[in-house]
């Protein structure tokens, strides 16, 4: 296997409950994950495996929904981002399956070897099989797959679960502070750079939200 890069799952966290069921879905994943609290929240966690890095971002004063952008956008601005690394973003409520950061590695060295682009990848994302009951608007998202495909790169189309890109690209891009500031970025990402679609591999949307998913 192509050992000559990582994959770095970045978190922004405000779902505390669910911190030990996200570890557990990535510990056997091989991945790096970067675990970003907000410098006023009341709960203090800690971890001391190598695996997991953790961060504080001084995000006090925004709401709850530009906290998430915020703390990606500190991210970028503040740490070491490795070039030729892989970047990519789990909501404190999302998942992956078991074998899904093996699988993607070897559809990047097969990317690789037929000379196909690897540094913006999509990959398709699932998002369950009901809405759940008593939710606002804005999160009734229906249980309708998003595949990894260039008429889907737009807002409401994409969401950010779904683009892996190097840590070159990464420092070149911020999201806004904005509730659709994912596709916002997604689709002017795809439209920069040249990138590949990969739809045969999905991740899993609010996987730990009660009622979406019939487990």
Known sequence: HDKSF???VITPLARYENVFLLKSMLETQNIIWHLITDDDARIKI???EEWI???VCP??????????NNSINWFIETQDIVN???YCFMNDDDGYYLDFFKNLRLKIENLKMSHHPTEV???SMERGHNIPDGLPPERRHPPIKLYA??????????????????GKVLKENRLPLAVAGDGM???DIVGKYPTSYLPELSVLFNYLEPGRWNK
């Open 6 to 8: 990582n994959f770095h």
């Open 59 to 68: 995000n006090s004063g925004l709401k709850f929904y530009d906290r998430c």
């Open 121 to 123: 990848i999509i990959c």
């Open 149 to 166: 495909h260039p008429s889907y790169m737009h807002v409401g189309g994409v969401g950010i679960e779904q683009i892996f890109m190097s």
């Open 53 to 55: 890095k953790q961060y």
């Open 185 to 187: 970025m997604i689709s």
């Open 84 to 86: 030729k690394d892989v």
């Open 46 to 48: 800690e971890f001391n």
